[in-house]
Nanobody, 118 residues
Framework: VQLQASGGGLVQAGGSLRLSCAASGSTFSRYTTGWFRQAPGKERSLAAAINWSGDSAVYGNSVEGRFTISRDSANKNTVYLQMVSLKPEDTAVYYC???????????WGQGTLVTVSS
């Protein structure tokens, strides 16, 4: 399974971005997919995750109410992270990841950089 994250960029505080995670592989749609982020000097943390059916999601405390994760209904191989009301502290490399049969996040994309200027 390969994951391709895209959509990062530079945005002003208060702005919006939508990240996309496209997967190749036959079992993508059956496993939870998450977006993680890692800011410079900080540990990687979960921003949001969505189950394979797309009807259940969880969010990190710092993004709750501002970020929305969704799975494309037509193509379950694609997961989005809609980010609004962005803050400078949201600046990080964002990675999409997918759980495997182990129940852990076994598959990782390359990351996409989000920079929020004040």
């Amino acid at each position: 399974v390969q994951l391709q994250a895209s959509g990062g960029g530079l945005v002003q505080a208060g702005g919006s971005l939508r990240l996309s995670c496209a997967a190749s592989g036959s079992t993508f749609s059956r496993y939870t997919t998450g977006w993680f982020r890692q800011a410079p000097g900080k540990e990687r943390s979960l921003a949001a995750a969505i189950n394979w059916s797309g009807d259940s999601a969880v969010y990190g405390n710092s993004v709750e109410g501002r970020f929305t994760i969704s799975r494309d209904s037509a193509n379950k191989n694609t997961v989005y992270l809609q980010m609004v009301s962005l803050k400078p502290e949201d600046t990080a490399v964002y990675y999409c990841a997918m759980k495997g049969a182990s129940g852990k996040y076994d598959y990782w994309g390359q990351g996409t950089l989000v920079t929020v200027s004040s």
